[in-house]
Nanobody, 117 residues
Framework: QVQLVESGGGLVQAGGSLRLSCAAS????????MGWYRQAPGKQRELVAR???????NYADSVKGRFTISRDNGRNTVYLQMNSLKPEDTAVYYC???????????WGQGTQVTVSS
């Protein structure tokens, strides 16, 4: 069973930074697209950032220029560096893996990010 374990969430003041990590196991990590999604209370889960196996990235407009997604295939880990955080970034952040041969998706348990004003 694929496992995705997120870490790095917490409470931070507006303007601050956090780095989320997602460690993957039981998948051929290097071949999979990885992503970060978030879900705020009362809202739908939305894509924050995604990185393909070749390193191509895309971001939600709301985080462009502030967040950076990266991956370390040697450590089977994907990161989300979040800078200039805003209260509207408050949400549970989920790691996502898209299996390379059939696009099946896997999810982590989520990590809470809270940005105070």
């Amino acid at each position: 069973q694929v496992q995705l374990v997120e870490s790095g969430g917490g409470l931070v003041q507006a303007g601050g930074s956090l780095r989320l990590s997602c460690a993957a196991s039981r998948i051929i990590f290097s071949l999979n697209a990885m992503g970060w999604y978030r879900q705020a209370p009362g809202k739908q889960r939305e894509l924050v950032a995604r990185i393909t196996s070749s390193g191509t990235t895309n971001y939600a407009d709301s985080v462009k220029g502030r967040f950076t997604i990266s991956r370390d295939n040697g450590r089977n880990t994907v990161y989300l560096q979040m800078n200039s955080l805003k209260p509207e970034d408050t949400a549970v952040y989920y790691c996502n893996a898209e299996r390379y041969y059939d696009a099946r998706e896997y999810w982590g348990q989520g990590t809470q990010v809270t940005v105070s004003s």
